[in-house]
T-cell receptor, first 114, second 109 residues
Framework: ETGVTQTPRHLVMGMTNKKSLKCEQH?????MYWYKQSAKKPLELMFV???????ENNSVPSRFSPECPNSSHLFLHLHTLQPEDSALYLC?????????????FGPGTRLTVT | GQNIDQPTEMTATEGAIVQINCTYQ??????LFWYQQHAGEAPTFLSY??LDGLEEKGRFSSFLSRSKGYSYLLLKELQMKDSASYLC??????????WGAGTKLIIKP
């Protein structure tokens, strides 16, 4: 596979469940990102990892917990979510963090919290 | 606060030209990006501007005026497959990407 992949593509979970989203990049990039995309709203940056170290955490509730075991993989662990957390969760990677490097996005996980 | 403004929706005709505007107020400026996102798909990179002027890439061009806090994406010879949302994003002084809400472009035959 090439590019950025995400699994699952769709997820329905109850508020008491625990689930994880997975992202994998096959581009040899050093930076990885989690975004939340809600309808008609700007992309919200949640977390940034550079060389497996978290460098950004934009006031995200603790019910979202990221994990970056290596530079190719990124997880988002979910627990006791709220219905307003329903959204498209996008993973992205870039060669380095910052500068002119564009970000490459995965197809996203469409999350519905019931 | 930081803000990116772009129209919510635009409609254009196949074969025509359309210009999508983006204005920004950010703390510092380190480049502006345009992305295309088809419904249900990942955003894909279109263009990057860091200096004033026009960058041309096939049917798509992007313009930047840093003094006016303004950019536009110009799409020529529109095709039905250009129906998508177009996202404007600015990298601020902390190298964070600030995103607009996107412009949904509808192409009619």
């Amino acid at each position: 596979e090439t590019g950025v992949t995400q699994t699952p593509r769709h997820l329905v979970m109850g508020m008491t469940n625990k689930k994880s989203l997975k992202c994998e990049q096959h581009l040899g990039h050093n930076a990885m990102y989690w975004y939340k995309q809600s309808a008609k709203k700007p992309l919200e940056l949640m977390f940034v990892y550079s060389l497996e170290e978290r460098v950004e955490n934009n006031s995200v509730p603790s019910r979202f917990s990221p994990e970056c075991p290596n530079s190719s993989h990124l997880f988002l662990h979910l627990h006791t979510l709220q219905p307003e957390d329903s959204a498209l969760y996008l993973c992205a990677s870039s060669q380095e963090m910052g500068s002119s490097y564009e970000q490459y996005f995965g197809p996203g996980t469409r999350l519905t919290v019931t | 606060g930081q803000n990116i403004d772009q129209p919510t929706e635009m409609t254009a005709t196949e074969g025509a030209i359309v210009q999508i505007n983006c204005t920004y107020q950010t703390s510092g400026f380190n480049g502006l990006f345009w992305y295309q996102q088809h419904a249900g798909e990942a955003p894909t990179f279109l263009s990057y501007n860091v200096l004033d002027g026009l960058e041309e890439k096939g049917r798509f061009s992007s313009f930047l005026s840093r003094s006016k806090g303004y950019s536009y994406l110009l799409l020529k010879e529109l095709q039905m497959k250009d129906s998508a949302s177009y996202l404007c994003a600015v990298r601020d002084s902390n190298y964070q990407l600030i995103w607009g809400a996107g412009t949904k472009l509808i192409i009619k035959p």
